[in-house]
C-alpha cells in the first residue's frame, strides 16, 4: 500500500508557473506507475497526465501537452508535475494517483485504474 500527499498548489497569474509534488510512502515507489488529475468545482475528475513505473513513458491530455510535464525521482519517491503557461481554466483541485505496476486495461487516463489517492491540492489561476 502506498500514501500520497500532494503539495505546491496556489494562486498564480495567467502565463506563470506553478511546480506540483506528490511524495509517497513505502518503499516500492519504483513499481507503482503514477498519474496526476484534476477536478473543478461541479465537474468530474479529469485525467492530466501520466507516466508508467517501468520505461518512464509519459501519459497527457490533450489540453495540456506543451504546457506540462510529468516527472519521478524514485530514490526521493516523488512524482512532479511542472505546470507553465497557466490558464484560467486550469483552476482545479489536483489530486495525485497510484497503480501498482501497469494499470489492468492498460488505460492510464481512468480513474477506477488506481486504488491510490492523494488528498489533493488546490491551483488556482487568475485572468
Known amino acids: 500500500q502506498v500514501q500520497l500527499v500532494e503539495s505546491g498548489g496556489g494562486l498564480v497569474q495567467a502565463g506563470g508557473s506553478l511546480r506540483l509534488s506528490c511524495a509517497a510512502s513505502?518503499?516500492?515507489?519504483?513499481?507503482?506507475?503514477m498519474g496526476w488529475f484534476c477536478q473543478a468545482p461541479g465537474k468530474e475528475r479529469d485525467f492530466v497526465t501520466a507516466?508508467?513505473?517501468?520505461?518512464?513513458?509519459?501519459y497527457y491530455a490533450d489540453s495540456v501537452k506543451g504546457r506540462f510535464t510529468i516527472s519521478r525521482d524514485n530514490a526521493k519517491k516523488t512524482v512532479f508535475l511542472q505546470m507553465n503557461s497557466l490558464k484560467p481554466e486550469d483552476t482545479a483541485i489536483y489530486f495525485c494517483?497510484?497503480?501498482?505496476?501497469?494499470?489492468?486495461?492498460?488505460?492510464?487516463?481512468?480513474?477506477?485504474?488506481?486504488?491510490?489517492w492523494g488528498q489533493g491540492t488546490q491551483v488556482t489561476v487568475s485572468s
Open positions: 494517483a497510484a497503480v501498482r505496476g501497469t494499470p489492468s486495461r492498460g488505460r492510464y487516463d481512468y480513474t477506477d485504474e488506481y486504488p491510490y
Open positions: 513505502g518503499r516500492t515507489f519504483s513499481t507503482y506507475s
Open positions: 507516466i508508467s513505473w517501468s520505461s518512464g513513458q509519459t
